[in-house]
């Protein structure tokens, strides 16, 4: 009877031991896995932040698009005015500029830039209206071409693809002007002084065109009040404008768009201007300068909104060459916005 009950004691503490070991094995193998698991999930992770820092090492997206918005005078409700109150386009729409790049530096990459307009009404009952307009992208070198200590300038050196190239690499309005050669700069000028709360901010946008056929005009063009002899031959422009912050996000802007250019039926005299920016006049077009009022909002640096308000203060350049009556303030006044950011 001992013997049995010794023998009954004996395979209980065997049975425990092993369930023990059993437990403490199945636990370890459970602890290895899980282990195994986290690791590969954690060298999945970093794999996708390799790969995620990689495409962020060698390319870049950027974009600026511009919205030209209606205007205030209730004839021109669906369209946005120039400075004769004349419809800028075929309505109102939004200009459109992306960037695609390849670092090959650390300051420098391949820019290829991407140029359309959304139009989104058929105001003048244009025959060519599209939508979606396509213009000839862009080819150059861009990045931080230079800076200082509070001061940047970031933009693409760069020209339009030939007219004759095949679609994508043309669009309407350098077909139908026919463009071969556009070598420029669209850069943008930042100067923020550190104990300031003003700063200055300016869009830099040169530019030379060679054309095949010197009289071509594209049908914008000649909706808004133009011949093909004042098609831009040579470019002195940029967009400056004046900041004043009023907390961390947001700004209240002022504004302007300095555009002075040889056309195709100007000499090379570049001290000879005319405020009339149509006609056949031989002098260079100083354009019209219009007041842009508004507020900017930096979002972060994958956006940056400035809704504004945009008239052309200067009674001289509201004057309509073609018919010589004058256009009011009101009717060159209308509301947009420009939008831009670094996707990464």
């Known amino acids: 009877m001992l013997y049995q009950r010794c023998v009954l004691i004996l395979?209980?503490?065997?049975?425990?031991?092993?369930?023990?070991?059993?437990?403490?094995?199945?636990?370890?193998?459970?602890?290895?896995?899980v282990a195994s698991r986290n690791q590969s999930t954690e060298q999945a992770g970093e794999a996708a932040e390799t790969l995620s820092e990689s495409i962020k090492k060698n390319?870049?997206?950027?974009?600026?698009?511009?919205?030209?918005?209606?205007?205030?005078?209730?004839?021109?409700?669906?369209?946005?005015?120039?400075?004769?109150?004349?419809?800028?386009?075929?309505?109102?729409?939004?200009?459109?500029?992306?960037s695609f790049r390849y670092k090959f530096s650390n300051n420098l990459a391949l820019d290829f830039?991407?140029?359309?307009?959304?139009?989104?009404?058929?105001?003048?009952?244009?025959?060519?209206?599209?939508?979606?307009?396509?213009?000839?992208?862009?080819?150059?070198?861009?990045g931080k071409l230079i800076s200082g200590t509070e001061w940047t300038l970031i933009g693409a050196i760069n020209?339009?693809?030939?007219?004759?190239?095949?679609a994508p690499f043309t669009g309407v309005q350098a077909q139908q002007r026919t463009i071969l050669f556009a070598p420029g700069m669209f850069a943008s000028l930042r100067y923020e002084p550190r104990e300031s709360r003003w700063s200055f901010f300016s869009v830099l946008a040169p530019r030379f065109l060679l054309y095949e056929n010197r009289a071509a005009?594209?049908?914008?063009?000649?909706?808004?009040?133009?011949?093909?002899?004042?098609?831009?031959?040579?470019?002195?422009?940029?967009?400056?404008?004046?900041?004043?912050?009023?907390?961390?996000?947001?700004?209240?802007?002022?504004?302007?768009?300095?555009?002075?250019?040889?056309?195709?039926?100007?000499?090379?005299?570049?001290?000879?201007?005319?405020?009339?920016?149509?006609?056949?006049d031989p002098a260079w077009r100083?354009?019209?300068?219009?007041?842009?009022?508004?507020?900017?909002?930096?979002?972060?640096?994958?956006?940056?909104?400035?809704?504004?308000i945009s008239t052309f203060p200067i009674a001289a350049q509201r004057v309509d060459g073609r018919t010589g009556s004058q256009a009011s303030i009101l009717e060159a006044t209308s509301i947009g916005m420009w939008m831009n950011g670094t996707l990464f």
């Open 113 to 142: 830039q991407s140029r359309f307009k959304l139009i989104l009404n058929n105001r003048i009952e244009n025959p060519d209206y599209r939508v979606l307009r396509w213009e000839t992208p862009r080819i150059g070198i861009s």
């Open 286 to 308: 100083f354009s019209a300068v219009p007041i842009y009022i508004g507020v900017t909002y930096a979002i972060s640096s994958y956006l940056s909104i400035f809704p504004y």
């Open 59 to 98: 390319l870049g997206v950027t974009y600026f698009f511009y919205f030209y918005g209606p205007g205030f005078h209730p004839d021109n409700r669906d369209i946005n005015p120039n400075q004769l109150g004349l419809p800028e386009n075929d309505g109102i729409f939004f200009q459109n500029q992306i």
């Open 217 to 280: 005009l594209d049908s914008q063009s000649k909706n808004s009040g133009y011949s093909a002899g004042n098609k831009p031959e040579f470019i002195i422009a940029f967009q400056p404008t004046l900041n004043y912050k009023l907390d961390t996000n947001t700004k209240l802007t002022i504004g302007t768009n300095i555009d002075y250019r040889k056309v195709v039926c100007s000499d090379w005299n570049i001290f000879r201007a005319s405020l009339i920016s149509n006609g056949e």
């Open 159 to 166: 020209t339009d693809f030939p007219y004759f190239f095949p």
């Open 11 to 33: 395979i209980k503490i065997v049975l425990i031991s092993l369930h023990f070991l059993f437990a403490s094995f199945l636990h370890a193998a459970t602890d290895q896995a």
